[in-house]
């Protein structure tokens, strides 16, 4: 997306237990006409198949091959269209054939002890030529689900964003329990961990919710009893941070977004209330990081369609404007549930879903649509981000009886193995301490490697719990440990008013965990407008910290916003000179005197 695109915005059926239904049920049916599709991909993890009847032994081993090789691009799953020819004409095949070619498909799944599960099926639109005698014609589209050899699943990372009383947190725990809410936030009191978030209902910390989804695309979180049989049983993890929507939390909600790294952005907007101020800000900040978007209107119990009806036009005007240029997807069935999943990650379509959480409205073609959401990285971008030395930025920290210092967080590169020596830092004066991994946990259980992009908790009994602050990482390669700086230099773009954006002036910065105040030293353009970027040369107020070139940051003094990437950094073995006492935080100079 340009950075002039940015201003604008700131202002699944039954299946059975062994495969595809024997029988090709109308409850799969989906009214609408087939239409022609883009040819087929030649990477990525879609397959057309214009028909599989009685393949030789040669040639049914070609297909399993293909098969895996499609289930690897899809991290674990792939969507095959049958009745579709190479080049995306839908040609449809007859009953029969279409029943025989969902067996062989269902043949090989189960050779690579994969899962299928029939996502649709509709009838081809006949031309004028073809006799209104003639046999309908159909094409199928199917889910081909299988476990990772190593039972690793990447959890897909989903923020969940709006107003203050949207109903965020009662939407992920009515998605995650599977019991609707009462009408009085019965569903979210799992979420929330605070006892001033009971009584005030406004989430004011970052609260997580895992959704699982097994083999054949069923939620496992209706069923699991144990933490253990709940990730033993998930094929799919989709993890929710719920953020606060109160004006008075949005430091928490914007240092949320900086540090969780999520794939995609879900913005719930209530249908009593409306599109607020908040709403339109935090739009503004996922168009921003460039988050693939999908917007849920929930409370349509409380309202009339016509309600719902004018929200929906309004979004998609805010959208379609030059700024934005999105389009949307208004979701209305499985169909639709299924387009939405399979263009969302080019950020170009934003799906938008009307929900009940007290009738449960709508609930399943969300759910629907969360089964089928892809990957955004690909397996070769996976895998050249494992082969790096290993980052760990650490979110939270904890000091658990007879084990010592425990941090948590995101593994944002390469693989951490128990008993490995890291690096933990940067220490107040820049330097890196020893630690040895003791112990790894991933979705509560212990485990004895990490990947990257992966949630986990590390313990670490050689670390001071009360040397972990905010910007902490552990690092695998000592060579790494010279990104630490006290300034670097950023490419910055203004959202709004610029006006705090000035050389001597301090402003707050966010890169992942790092939340720092910093001075501006230099500016390659004098005065800044809203809307254009320029090079900022900054220098931090407090300690120095692990900076990395390209990372991605957040600028933010009052109601000034930027955001931008890192460019250069100047180690601090280049300049160990610590800021001057007149710029250090006029409090932390008192509580030294």
């Not at 959704?211 to 939620?219: A, H, Q, S, W």
């Not at 485990?447 to 905010?470: F, K, L, N, W, Y």
């Not at 006492?581 to 932390?588: C, F």
Request: charged share 20%; net charge neutral; with cysteine.
């Amino acid at each position: 997306m340009a950075n002039s695109d940015l201003t604008a915005l700131m202002v699944s059926g039954t299946v059975e237990e062994h495969g595809i239904s024997s029988s090709c049920d109308s409850s799969y049916d989906d009214l609408s006409p087939c239409t022609s599709k883009p040819p087929e991909p030649q990477e990525g993890n879609i397959e057309y198949k214009l028909k599989l009847l009685n393949p030789s032994p040669s040639r049914f081993e070609h297909l399993v091959t293909q098969m895996k090789w499609r289930l690897r691009e899809g991290h674990g799953e792939a969507i095959y269209e049958i009745g579709v020819a190479d080049n995306g004409a839908i040609a449809g095949l007859a009953l029969d054939d279409l029943q025989a070619s969902l067996e062989t498909l269902n043949n090989m799944a189960l050779k690579i002890g994969a899962n299928t599960s029939l996502l649709r099926r509709c009838a081809v639109d006949q031309d004028d030529s073809v006799s209104p005698s003639a046999s309908p014609r159909y094409v199928a589209e199917v889910l081909v689900r299988t476990m990772p050899d190593d039972h690793q699943v990447l959890p897909l990372r989903v923020a969940a964003l709006g107003g203050e009383a949207a109903g965020k947190s009662s939407l992920l725990g009515v998605l995650t329990s599977g019991k609707l809410d009462s009408g009085e936030g019965s569903a979210r009191l799992n979420l929330l961990q605070h006892p001033h978030e009971l009584v005030s209902g406004h989430t004011s910390s970052i609260c997580h919710a895992v959704l699982g989804f097994d083999k054949c695309g069923e939620v496992v979180n209706y069923e699991a009893r144990t933490a253990e049989a709940f990730f033993d049983q998930s094929a799919k993890l989709v993890s929710f941070v719920d953020l606060a929507g109160h004006k008075k939390y949005q430091r928490t909600t914007v240092f949320g977004l900086s540090s969780s790294q999520p794939e995609f952005a879900m913005l719930v907007v209530s249908a009593t209330g409306g599109i607020e101020n908040m709403t339109r800000e935090h739009l503004g900040w996922t168009m921003a990081l460039r988050l693939p978007l999908f917007i849920v209107i929930t409370k349509t119990d409380l309202c009339a369609p016509s309600v719902c009806q004018n929200i929906v036009r309004k979004l998609t005007r805010t959208l379609s404007l030059p700024g934005s240029k999105r389009t949307v997807l208004h979701v209305h069935s499985k169909a639709d549930s299924i387009q939405a999943a399979t263009t969302i990650t080019d950020g170009m379509v934003i799906p938008i879903f009307t929900v009940s959480s007290l009738t449960g409205d709508q609930l399943d073609h969300l759910k629907h649509f969360l089964n089928l959401l892809p990957a955004r990285l690909s397996p070769e971008e996976q895998a050249k981000l494992e082969e790096e030395c290993a980052e760990f930025q650490v979110e939270e920290t904890y000091n658990v009886n007879g084990i010592g210092t425990v941090v948590g967080g995101i593994l944002r590169k390469g693989v951490v193995r128990l008993g490995d020596s890291l690096m933990f830092g940067p220490n107040q004066d820049g330097t890196f301490s020893p630690a040895l991994v003791m112990g790894l946990r991933r979705n509560r259980l212990p485990c004895r490697m990490i990947r990257a992009g992966q949630v986990a908790t590390i313990a670490v009994p050689s670390i001071e719990r009360t040397d972990v602050r905010h910007g902490a990482v552990l690092l695998s390669d000592a060579g790494d440990t010279q990104s630490v700086c006290w300034e670097f230099e950023a490419q910055v773009y203004m959202l709004n008013d610029p006006g705090a954006m000035q050389v001597h002036r301090q402003v707050n910065v966010l890169m992942g965990t790092v939340r720092q105040g910093v001075t501006i030293l230099k500016m390659s353009d004098e005065r800044l407008v809203r809307g254009k970027s320029c090079t900022v040369h900054f220098r931090f107020l407090r300690t120095p910290e692990y900076v990395c070139k390209g990372r991605r940051l957040i600028v933010q003094c009052g109601s000034c916003k930027g955001i931008g990437d890192v460019v250069s950094v100047l180690p601090v073995s280049a300049d160990t000179t610590p800021p001057k006492p007149s710029t250090v935080n006029r409090r932390k100079r008192l509580a030294t005197t």
